[in-house]
């Protein structure tokens, strides 16, 4: 049947947003047939060219009469896609707040590697905005356009310690700490991270760029770094504070001879039982230091109530002050002032390097005096000439090193002749049994004094009445 008869049997309705259209008869005749392509043609001279429902048309050819009384979908058109909304875009995932354990290389799991913090250091990025995108654009049946809608862009929400650059895409840190969320979103960088209870397993090891502040205790085997100050409100067992600024312990020390307590400034606590405890300046303590290896850039105070100081060993650049040093056993206790810990120890190091070289070179001069004479003979073989030339080059390295071991050795020890600030002072009894060593000069006590300094003076270590 052409076209120009079929609109006198059916009509097609287009849907007023043009994307949908609807097949109706007017009339139907017992003799009324109709090709596919007839009605293809039908339908685009009705103006639906885009979205015709696959199969519909062959339907109503075959059979037509159970399309009569129906308005017959035969088309619709593509909706426009949905944009995606604009994010932002963190350095870390802010969402997660699982904690699991680390996973070592070997697949071993590390349970003290809890807390993964959100660290950020001072002009870090923090975040940046993610513009939103526009959907995939649409047709109607008619076969016009239809625009997308763009998503929602998003916006930061500031809050304390955070800037944004010029053209408000990018957030950056104002400080070193923490980025955390807070109410409705806002975006903060903290410089101090708080635990409010122990540092166990729960919690695991804390490595932060701020100050750590900790309400509770530090268990033993867990470790906590800090480039700000460390806070513990409770005790610390054998574990590891490594601070670049103060630390302060409100309970004491009791390591068991574990782990270690290091400040780049100040280590200030109660107590220190079986420690091992290094500050850049001052060690300030209010009660007692026992058996410990303590060392200090500058003083060793433990003049509190108690203040008493036995066993283990005392180092400090400048001054140890305490109330009582050893006991009435006479526990071995070492008392070390008037130069550096570390430059203490770097002479010790130097020493035992210097005599290793020097015994290295007695052996190369000996094995150098045989293979002379061997090549004065000439029977010097190929493999023996390349031990001479190997044992001539190691012997002029190691005269340069021994050079500035030397060296080395005699700028520390011109530390240890300027002693004339450094010294120790007892304000109630120093018992028999400590050493001390002010300088290079060491003096033994046998038998008990009281209110007593002791100091460098003429060469020799001096002790004088108490100053205060």
Do not use: W
């Not at 390349?386 to 520390?412: C, P």
């Amino acid at each position: 049947m052409e076209g120009q008869l079929l609109d006198t049997i059916m009509s097609v309705q287009i849907s007023a947003d043009k994307m949908s259209a609807f097949l109706t008869f007017k009339r139907l005749t017992d003799d009324f047939e109709c090709t596919v392509e007839q009605l293809e043609q039908f339908v685009q001279s009705s103006g639906v060219s885009v979205g015709i429902v696959p199969g519909v048309l062959q339907n109503i050819c075959n059979n037509p009469l159970a399309f009569y009384k129906e308005q017959t979908l035969i088309a619709e058109g593509k909706s426009a896609g949905v944009g995606k909304d604009g994010f932002i875009q963190f350095i870390y995932d802010m969402k997660s707040k699982e904690r699991r354990p680390a996973e070592n290389e070997d697949g071993t799991v590390d349970f003290k590697e809890m807390t993964q913090l959100k660290n950020v250091t001072r002009g870090q990025l923090i975040a940046e905005l993610v513009d939103p995108e526009a959907g995939e654009p649409g047709k109607t049946v008619t076969g016009e356009e239809v625009a997308s809608k763009e998503g929602k862009a998003a916006r930061f929400k500031i809050g304390k310690n955070v800037v944004l650059n010029n053209e408000q895409t990018a957030m950056y840190a104002a400080l070193d700490g923490l980025i955390t969320m807070t109410d409705k979103d806002k975006i903060n960088v903290f410089p101090i991270y708080e635990v409010n209870g122990d540092v166990d397993y729960k919690i695991g090891n804390i490595d932060f760029v701020g100050t750590v502040v900790i309400r509770g205790n530090v268990l033993s085997g867990f470790r906590i770094k800090s480039a700000g100050d460390i806070r513990i409100i409770g005790g610390v067992e054998g574990a590891d504070l490594d601070a670049e600024g103060s630390i302060e312990i409100t309970g004491g020390i009791m390591a068991g001879n574990k782990g270690f307590v290091k400040a780049g400034k100040n280590v200030k606590c109660s107590f220190i039982q079986d420690g091992n405890v290094i500050a850049g300046d001052d060690v300030l303590v209010s009660q007692s230091i026992m058996h410990s290896n303590v060392r200090a850039g500058k003083n060793v105070i433990c003049s509190g109530t108690k203040g008493l100081i036995v066993g283990g060993s005392i180092q400090a650049g400048e001054r140890v002050k305490a109330r009582t040093i050893g006991n009435t056993m006479s526990t071995a206790t070492v008392v070390e002032v008037g130069v550096k810990p570390e430059h203490r120890s770097e002479l010790l190091e130097l020493r035992t390097k210097l005599k290793q070289h020097n015994e290295s070179m007695d052996k190369a001069d000996k094995a150098l005096v045989i293979l002379d004479q061997l090549a004065a003979f000439g029977q010097l073989t190929d493999d023996k000439m390349a031990m001479r030339i190997k044992l001539s080059a190691t012997k002029r390295q190691s005269i340069t090193e021994v050079e500035q071991f030397r060296e080395r050795i005699l700028d520390i020890e011109r530390t240890l002749e300027d002693s004339d600030q450094a010294g120790v002072d007892v304000n109630n009894t120093i018992y028999g049994g400590i050493k001390i060593v002010i300088g290079r000069y060491t003096k033994y006590i046998k038998d008990p004094l009281q209110r007593v300094s002791f100091q460098y003076l003429d060469g020799d270590i001096s002790q004088v009445n108490y100053r205060s």
